[in-house]
């Protein structure tokens, strides 16, 4: 058993070792903490290839963008900070990514003021925007502001359109939780494991990916296959080492279940010492621009997400409906000891399963992280909307994962529009787990099955 634990590890560290060593690389050769910040101009952001001069004590940093065209920056423009009683502090133009840096003698309240004769001819401070921002200086190194150029009024914008928006938002969102649920569900109709260190399967894809990209340079699509197939012998290692030892011991599910929670934050903390705590982008389809397709605004990666999601969805459900190895899964399912008296080989099964609802939990990651950001805690946010989607739908039963995942992508992405705050919009949905598990506990389209 040590034996078999310690492989599990080795395969651990060969996978996050490399992008451990690149990250300590990155520290150490960049001064740029967060390239969040740094992209949206917040505090914390430094620029590291910027041609000013980053001051040694603090400093105001103001980068100024057009949103009427894709974010880009606006060159040449003057920029005046002054302190809190009024007297000038500094006055500097924005360099080629838009950027003004400007050392102040203290921490405090500043103003930044525009000078609107310098801006670019065609462009043009929107109806919204003052020429004056307000930065509280609470930092001994770059505090941060953002100056929007074109920004139109939210209240432009009808609520229809709004609501198509939030629609196909909740469809994409719900087509990447449907592939996890469908793993699974997969997973605990053969096994009947409930596994809760499946998010850290999700968070695992996205990880695999950022690794292919960012270290190994390979295109995000390559990273994408490369990372699902990694997840596939993932799971297979993890099924050989761990659950199968577990199983010809007799081990209990709920004893099984525990040991999922160990893993699950044992995975949790290698990926925070491997990548860190920050957020991290993939080299490509970070920020697309939407394109109109009548009512509907979608990115090209946003219908390259849903259409990848959907075909492998459409693949694996006809495949396990029609072929040999589905028809042993779902015999497996109804009745381990009869299939491996009929002659199937259960333990042959079964790994097949944790390979395949590895690889389709890893793919939904690698979606995740191109339509996000890649971070250690993202599997671990996803995992009780897994549950959740699997429950509503019904356990064990994939026409119950799809179904659920659905409903509850769009009641995640479609709540903010009714008044549900963005920050707990996730609330509604584990609302409705709590009201199915009281009310019809075998779930939509599961079936009732008598217990003693």
């Given at each position: 058993?040590?034996?078999?634990?310690?492989?599990?590890?080795?395969?651990?560290?060969?996978?996050?070792?490399?992008?451990?060593?690149?990250?300590?690389?990155?520290?150490?050769?960049?001064?740029?903490?967060?390239?969040?910040?740094?992209?949206?101009?917040?505090?914390?952001?430094?620029?590291?290839?910027?041609?000013?001069?980053?001051?040694?004590?603090?400093?105001?940093?103001?980068?100024?963008?057009?949103?009427?065209?894709?974010?880009?920056?606006?060159?040449?423009?003057?920029?005046?900070v002054a302190s809190e009683d009024g007297g000038e502090v500094g006055t500097a133009e924005t360099d080629a990514e838009g950027v003004v840096i400007v050392?102040?003698?203290?921490?405090?309240?500043?103003?930044?003021?525009?000078?609107?004769?310098?801006?670019?001819?065609?462009?043009?401070?929107?109806?919204?925007?003052?020429?004056?921002?307000?930065?509280?200086?609470?930092?001994?190194?770059?505090?941060?502001?953002?100056?929007?150029?074109?920004?139109?009024?939210?209240?432009?914008?009808?609520?229809?359109?709004?609501?198509?928006?939030?629609?196909?938002?909740?469809?994409?969102?719900?087509?990447?939780?449907?592939?996890?649920?469908?793993?699974?569900?997969?997973?605990?109709?053969?096994?009947?494991?409930?596994?809760?260190?499946?998010?850290?399967?999700?968070?695992?894809?996205?990880?695999?990916?950022?690794?292919?990209?960012?270290?190994?340079?390979?295109?995000?699509?390559?990273?994408?296959?490369?990372?699902?197939?990694?997840?596939?012998?993932?799971?297979?290692?993890?099924?050989?080492?761990?659950?199968?030892?577990?199983?010809?011991?007799?081990?209990?599910?709920?004893?099984?279940?525990?040991?999922?929670?160990?893993?699950?934050?044992?995975?949790?903390?290698?990926?925070?010492?491997?990548?860190?705590?920050?957020?991290?982008?993939?080299?490509?389809?970070?920020?697309?621009?939407?394109?109109?397709?009548?009512?509907?605004?979608?990115?090209?990666?946003?219908?390259?997400?849903?259409?990848?999601?959907?075909?492998?969805?459409?693949?694996?459900?006809?495949?396990?409906?029609?072929?040999?190895l589905g028809k042993a899964m779902r015999a497996v399912s109804d009745n381990p000891a009869l299939a491996a008296s009929s002659g199937l080989k259960v333990?042959?099964?079964?790994?097949?399963?944790?390979?395949?609802?590895?690889?389709?939990?890893?793919?939904?990651?690698?979606?995740?992280?191109?339509?996000?950001?890649?971070?250690?805690?993202?599997?671990?946010?996803?995992?009780?909307?897994?549950?959740?989607?699997?429950?509503?739908?019904?356990?064990?039963?994939?026409?119950?994962?799809?179904?659920?995942?659905?409903?509850?992508?769009?009641?995640?992405?479609?709540?903010?529009?009714?008044?549900?705050?963005?920050?707990?919009?996730?609330?509604?949905?584990?609302?409705?787990?709590?009201?199915?598990?009281?009310?019809?506990?075998?779930?939509?389209?599961?079936?009732?099955?008598?217990?003693?």
């Amino acid at each position: 058993m040590r034996l078999r634990v310690t492989a599990l590890l080795a395969f651990l560290v060969v996978v996050l070792l490399p992008l451990g060593a690149h990250a300590a690389t990155q520290e150490t050769t960049s001064p740029t903490a967060d390239p969040t910040a740094e992209a949206t101009g917040e505090p914390g952001g430094t620029e590291t290839d910027a041609p000013q001069e980053i001051p040694e004590g603090p400093y105001i940093r103001v980068r100024l963008v057009d949103k009427a065209a894709d974010d880009a920056p606006v060159v040449g423009v003057e920029l005046t900070v002054a302190s809190e009683d009024g007297g000038e502090v500094g006055t500097a133009e924005t360099d080629a990514e838009g950027v003004v840096i400007v050392a102040i003698p203290e921490l405090g309240t500043y103003t930044v003021e525009l000078d609107e004769d310098t801006l670019p001819s065609g462009i043009e401070l929107s109806d919204d925007t003052g020429t004056e921002i307000t930065i509280t200086a609470r930092i001994n190194g770059a505090n941060g502001g953002l100056f929007p150029i074109g920004v139109q009024e939210v209240s432009t914008v009808s609520f229809a359109d709004r609501l198509t928006t939030s629609l196909m938002s909740g469809v994409k969102f719900g087509l990447i939780v449907a592939l996890a649920a469908l793993g699974l569900s997969l997973i605990f109709g053969t096994t009947g494991l409930t596994n809760f260190a499946h998010g850290e399967l999700i968070t695992f894809g996205a990880i695999a990916t950022y690794v292919m990209n960012r270290v190994l340079d390979l295109p995000v699509v390559a990273a994408g296959v490369a990372a699902v197939l990694t997840a596939a012998i993932f799971g297979w290692l993890q099924d050989r080492v761990l659950w199968r030892p577990l199983r010809r011991r007799g081990t209990g599910l709920i004893a099984m279940m525990i040991v999922s929670i160990g893993l699950g934050l044992l995975l949790r903390n290698l990926y925070q010492y491997s990548i860190g705590s920050s957020r991290k982008s993939l080299s490509q389809y970070v920020s697309q621009g939407r394109n109109d397709y009548g009512p509907i605004s979608l990115a090209d990666k946003e219908i390259a997400i849903m259409g990848v999601a959907l075909v492998t969805i459409v693949i694996v459900c006809v495949a396990l409906m029609r072929t040999r190895l589905g028809k042993a899964m779902r015999a497996v399912s109804d009745n381990p000891a009869l299939a491996a008296s009929s002659g199937l080989k259960v333990d042959r099964v079964i790994s097949s399963v944790w390979v395949l609802g590895t690889a389709l939990t890893g793919l939904s990651g690698v979606l995740l992280a191109v339509n996000s950001q890649v971070n250690f805690l993202m599997g671990f946010k996803l995992l009780l909307l897994v549950f959740a989607a699997v429950t509503l739908g019904g356990l064990g039963t994939i026409w119950g994962a799809l179904f659920g995942s659905m409903v509850i992508g769009i009641m995640v992405e479609v709540g903010p529009l009714f008044g549900v705050p963005s920050s707990i919009k996730e609330v509604g949905a584990l609302v409705v787990l709590i009201l199915v598990l009281l009310i019809r506990p075998q779930g939509l389209l599961g079936r009732r099955e008598r217990i003693g």
